[in-house]
C-alpha cells in the first residue's frame, strides 16, 4: 500500500500538549514541511519566543535557542550573522510580537536581515491569561478588557503583515489562515515561498498566521475555528503584500 500522507520529518514524533482546536499543530506541520522540502533540517535553527510559541523546541527536531520575551528577530539577527550558512527562523506570537518584541520586529525587518519570521495571530495573550493584545479586535472581551476593547481608548487592532510590508528592508510580508482545508493549502504554498528566500538569499521574509484560541476565546474548537472566517479573516485580510522579485 503506498503511503500518501506521513509526518515530516522535522517533526518530533511525539503528542502534541495544545488545547483541543488550537491551530499551533497545523502551523507546525506546514512549517515542518517547508524545512523538509528544501532540505535545510540539519543546518536550521530557530528561535522560540515567550508564550505558547515557546514549545517549538518539543516539536521541531532542530536546534532551537531560547529569546527573551519579544526578542526573536534580535537573537535570529545574532544567530545569522555569527552562522550565515544556517537557516534561520523565529516563531511569535502576537503579544510577544506586537506587543514587548515591537522595536526588535520593525528594526530587524527595516534592516533587511536575511531571516523568516513566522507569526501567529490569535489576538490574544495566549499563554499567560488571556489579556488583550495589541491584535485583539474591537470589542472583543478579554482578562484586561472585560467591556471589550475601546477602539477611543485602546486603538485599532495593528495588521502588523500591511505594516512591514512598507519597509524597504522586507522582501516578502504575507498573511494566511489555517480555519479551513483550503487555507491550509494556501498557507502551505505561503510559507513555502517565505522559506525559499531566505535559501536564496533574497533577504526579509514574513508570514502572519490567523490562529484559533478557543480556551482563551471561551469557545469551542468549532466556534473559535469559524471565528477565524467570521470575524478575523475581515480585520485581517489574507494574501500577499510585498513580494520583491529581484
Known amino acids: 500500500m503506498q503511503q500518501v500522507f506521513k509526518r515530516p520529518q522535522s517533526l518530533k514524533d511525539v503528542q502534541t500538549h495544545f488545547c483541543p482546536g488550537c491551530h499551533h499543530g497545523t502551523i507546525h506541520r506546514l512549517v515542518a514541511d517547508a524545512m523538509d522540502l528544501y532540505g535545510v533540517q540539519d543546518r536550521t535553527i530557530g528561535v522560540a519566543s515567550v508564550g505558547c510559541s515557546v514549545f517549538l523546541y518539543g516539536y521541531f527536531d532542530i536546534d532551537v535557542v531560547e529569546a527573551p520575551h519579544g526578542r526573536a528577530p534580535a537573537v535570529a539577527t545574532g544567530v545569522k550573522r555569527a552562522k550565515p550558512e544556517s537557516f534561520v527562523f523565529t516563531y511569535q506570537g502576537d503579544g510577544d510580537l506586537a506587543a514587548i518584541g515591537t522595536a ?82 494556501e498557507a502551505k504554498k505561503v510559507i513555502r515561498e517565505a522559506f525559499g528566500y531566505q535559501v536564496e538569499g533574497k533577504g526579509f521574509s514574513f508570514v502572519e498566521v490567523l490562529s484559533a484560541c478557543p480556551t482563551n476565546w471561551g469557545m469551542n474548537p468549532l466556534k473559535a475555528n469559524a471565528r477565524v472566517g467570521e470575524e478575523m479573516i475581515p480585520y485581517f485580510p489574507l494574501g500577499v503584500f510585498k513580494k520583491e522579485e529581484a
Open 104 to 185: 526588535e520586529i520593525i528594526h530587524a525587518a527595516n534592516r533587511g536581515e536575511d531571516i523568516t519570521v513566522v507569526f501567529v495571530n490569535n489576538t490574544t495573550y495566549g499563554m499567560t491569561g488571556g489579556q488583550m493584545a495589541p491584535t485583539t479586535l474591537v470589542g472583543q472581551k478579554t482578562s484586561t478588557s472585560p467591556y471589550g476593547r475601546d477602539k477611543s481608548k485602546d486603538g485599532s487592532p495593528i495588521r502588523m503583515a500591511e505594516l512591514l510590508a512598507q519597509l524597504g528592508g522586507v522582501a516578502y510580508s504575507a498573511r494566511v489562515a489555517v480555519d479551513s482545508p483550503k487555507h491550509v493549502l
